[in-house]
Nanobody, 125 residues
Framework: QLQASGGGLVQAGGSLRLSCAAS????????IGWFRQAPGKEREVVSC????????YYADSVKGRFFISSDNAKNTVYLQMNNLDPEDTAVYYC????????????????????WGQGTLVTVSS
């Protein structure tokens, strides 16, 4: 089970840190990542951290602004979001994959059939 939290309302240029708390599975064996879905748009991948070697991956739209990290002791993955833009407004969801196929597969968004509640991030201009 994954529980996303940390969303909120922030002004453009501000920062937020999202948390994804995992339970019920062996955290170290999984890759954890973030997707987002803006109103009227398709869900898109934002970032993920590989459970096999700790490599991190980012969508082009967030590179250099968002940073993903993992605290294995707390079974939690964080997404630090800096220099937020109104275009970042979306519901953010976390997802987990046993092992790691590839970033290309994550970008296709086909690995995950169900989604949790997500956390809403609203960036005002």
């Amino acid at each position: 089970q994954l529980q996303a939290s940390g969303g909120g309302l922030v002004q453009a240029g501000g920062s937020l840190r999202l948390s994804c708390a995992a339970s019920g599975f062996i955290f170290d064996d999984y890759s954890i990542g973030w997707f987002r879905q803006a109103p009227g748009k398709e869900r898109e991948v934002v970032s993920c951290i590989s459970g096999t070697d700790g490599s991190t991956y980012y969508a082009d739209s967030v590179k250099g602004r968002f940073f993903i990290s993992s605290d294995n002791a707390k079974n939690t993955v964080y997404l630090q979001m800096n220099n937020l833009d109104p275009e970042d407004t979306a519901v953010y969801y976390c997802a987990a994959e046993l092992g790691f196929t590839s970033w290309e597969v994550w970008k296709m968004g086909l690995l995950f059939g169900s989604w949790g509640q997500g956390t809403l991030v609203t960036v005002s201009s």
